[in-house]
Each structure stands twice: as structure tokens, then as C-alpha cells.
């Protein structure tokens, strides 16, 4: 493989597909830098997957344009795209070698015999499986059938890699292996690569930039710091990690808002637009378990709860605590900040105010 510089930029704009009376992606608009690794990340028949087969070809659209590089190939043939694809089910020839299945897109494309073998060493050696040549996919191990995958799909030096699960049949510390692997081969190469996945902690690990699916649309695209700590909507906040949720009508005098959680009040500086239906969203980490009020630090806010179960995780535990409209609300604490708290046991959670972030609240019709 050669060295690149960079990748090919890649434009959705308005893509919508339909099928029969069901819509799959709903004006879906998404611009990829080029040489950025970005996840399209969301829960099952979310529009993720069938995104990125609208921007390999294998998918026609509805309505909207895809462009590779400012040029338009909504008609143009999947295969000549110029673009690798990397499949969950490895999709490997098993009655031809390594080197015969990497050669395959070769072949295609009339490459030279004398400069197949050429490409073919190269990239062995980037995924890291140089002697492998003669195997056949049934001598090797998931892992390394996954990197023959992956070398087939860019040994003919596409500006892109699209991967559509590629990692979910695999255990958990393969897939915690291949998952550096792949983002060694990202800056090793330079190339763009798009890659799907409903792991978020995966999606944490490999990604510059996240763009999270939910009904066919959109919901945010930012960093995993971006999405963590700043979520533009309720899904985005708690489809992104653990969070506690406090839900109440809000007031506002412009500088401040407050909400009455069932006779606690909770408030915040107003950062950005009020909503009248408020959602507050607190990390596991914001927050601080104690058994008595009178431990709560002066000025933080407070709310009485009941303890549902401590879960010891080595560094720390983890408690799963009943707030007082009946929701569930996690803490994570470390050694040094843990309690004795059990099951049943009454106590309070509390922050600054400073924490949190206040998002609108669309799930809430009524207020008692």
C-alpha cells in the first residue's frame, strides 16, 4: 500500500430511502472529512447501516445526493466507487487461500500478476498477518480471518473503508484487540474510513467523530466528548453512556432556572434556551452517594433516595438508587468515596449546580 496524505471527503445530503410504506433514513445530511474515522452509531433499524450501503452503492436512493469528493455518484455502480467494504460475516472464499481472497478485488480490476504479489505482501504486513499467504479461511482463527477481510477490502488502496459491524461476532477481548488494530491501521494508512457499530464504547474508542442514528434520522454528530458531556437531546444523553434523569416542568428569570422534583427544588445558570419541559441529565460521575443530609457539602443540591443495589467493580461500586418519582438513577463512586450502603437502605445523592446538563423534554404531558 502506498502512503497517503489523506482521504476522499464523503457528502450526504438529504438522503432518504423508503421501502414499500416504511422509511429507513429520513433526510439524513452528513459531511465525512477526509482521512477522519467516523461511526454511525444507534440501536437496531435505526437507518445506520442502511446509510452507509447508500454511500457504497448497494442501496438506491429515494430522495437526496450522495458525493465522494464533490462529485456526484448516486448512479454511479458500487463497484466503481473506489471503495473497500468490510462486512461482520467475513464473506472469505473458503476454498481459496489468504492470498488468493485478497487477490480477489485485484483480479477485478486487472491488476498486473507480478504486482498482485506485490500489493498482496504489503498488506499482510499492515494488518499484521505477513505468513499467512497459503492458510485457507478454515485454518484461522475468527481474529485473523476478520484481518483478511480487512486486507481484501483495502489492498487495492481505496481512499475509503466502509465496515459494517465488523467486530460483532467476536468476543469481548478479541473484539478489545481488533478494535486498536483498526485504529493503528486508521492512522497507519490515512484513509477515510465510516464504520457502524451499536457499541458505544466502541464508538468511544475508534472514533474522531460519532454521528448518532435514532429512527432514521440524525440525532447529533460531535466528538465522544461532545456527545458525553454536551447531548442535544434526551436519546443522545442516555443512549450515550449512564446517566440520571430528573424530569419536572422549569422556570426562568433569565440568568437562573429551577425545577420542583416532586418538593426538592433543582437549578442551574441558564446556558442556552429554557425549555418549559425540562429533562435534567447527570453523569454517574457528577454525582456524590451519602447516607445522612447532614454530610452533603453546603450549597450542593440534594435528593432523598433509596438504595436498589451497591455493585463492587473493583475500583469503585457502582449504586443503582430509586429516585423519588420512582425512576432509576445510577452513581459511581470510587474507593476512596464509597459507602456501606445496601439494598433498602435510605440516602441522598446530591451535586453542584454547576453540573448537569438541561435538555427539553418532549416524553412530558403532564406535571404532578
Do not use: C
Not at 482521504?7 to 477522519?36: C, F, H, Q, W
Not at 466502509?162 to 460483532?168: R, S, V, Y
Not at 429554557?274 to 440534594?302: C, F, I, N, Y
Not at 457502582?318 to 437502605?345: M, N, Q
Amino acid at each position: 500500500m502506498s502512503n497517503p496524505t489523506t482521504g476522499i471527503r464523503i457528502d450526504v445530503n438529504n438522503a432518504t430511502k423508503r421501502y414499500d410504506k416504511s422509511i429507513a433514513v429520513r433526510d439524513v445530511s452528513l459531511s465525512i472529512k477526509p482521512g477522519e474515522f467516523i461511526t454511525l452509531l444507534g440501536p437496531s433499524g435505526s437507518g445506520k447501516t442502511t446509510t452507509l450501503n447508500l454511500i457504497a452503492g448497494f442501496t438506491d436512493l429515494s430522495s437526496g445526493s450522495i458525493e465522494i469528493d464533490g462529485r456526484r455518484v448516486d448512479h454511479v455502480p458500487a463497484h466503481q466507487r473506489g471503495l473497500g467494504v468490510v462486512f461482520q460475516h467475513y464473506a472469505l472464499f473458503p476454498h481459496m487461500s489468504v492470498a488468493e481472497n485478497i487477490a480477489f478485488p485485484l483480479r477485478q480490476r486487472k491488476v498486473p500478476k507480478d504486482k498482485q504479489s506485490q500489493m498482496i505482501t504489503q498488506v499482510l504486513n499492515t494488518v499484521g498477518l505477513s505468513g499467512y499467504e497459503g492458510r485457507y479461511p478454515k485454518e484461522l482463527s475468527g481474529g485473523q480471518q476478520q484481518r483478511v477481510a480487512f486486507a481484501r477490502a483495502m489492498v487495492f488502496d481505496p481512499m475509503a473503508l466502509l465496515m459494517d459491524e465488523p467486530l460483532g461476532a467476536l468476543d469481548k477481548n478479541l473484539r478489545e484487540k481488533l478494535q486498536l488494530e483498526i485504529k493503528r491501521i486508521h492512522q497507519e494508512v490515512g484513509r477515510t474510513f465510516v464504520f457502524v457499530t451499536h457499541d458505544q464504547e466502541e464508538a468511544l474508542i475508534l472514533s474522531d467523530r460519532i454521528a448518532i442514528f435514532n429512527n432514521g434520522r440524525i440525532e447529533q454528530v460531535g466528538t465522544s466528548s461532545d456527545l458525553y458531556e454536551r447531548p442535544e437531546s434526551l436519546f443522545v444523553a442516555k443512549f450515550m453512556g449512564e446517566s440520571t434523569v430528573f424530569k419536572a416542568a422549569v422556570d426562568s428569570n433569565g440568568r437562573d432556572w429551577s425545577m420542583d422534583f416532586h418538593g426538592t427544588t433543582l437549578n442551574g445558570p441558564v446556558t442556552k434556551t429554557v425549555p418549559t419541559k425540562g429533562a435534567l441529565v447527570l453523569r454517574p460521575e457528577q454525582m456524590r452517594v451519602v447516607e445522612h443530609a447532614v454530610q452533603v457539602p453546603q450549597g450542593s443540591t440534594m435528593v432523598p433516595v433509596t438504595v436498589i443495589q451497591n455493585i463492587y467493580l473493583g475500583s469503585g461500586h457502582k449504586y443503582e438508587l430509586e429516585l423519588p418519582d420512582g425512576s432509576t438513577g445510577i452513581v459511581r463512586a470510587s474507593r476512596e468515596h464509597g459507602t456501606t450502603l445496601v439494598s433498602g437502605d435510605r440516602a441522598w445523592v446530591y451535586w453542584t449546580r454547576e453540573h448537569g446538563v438541561l435538555l427539553s423534554d418532549y416524553d412530558l404531558v403532564s406535571i404532578t
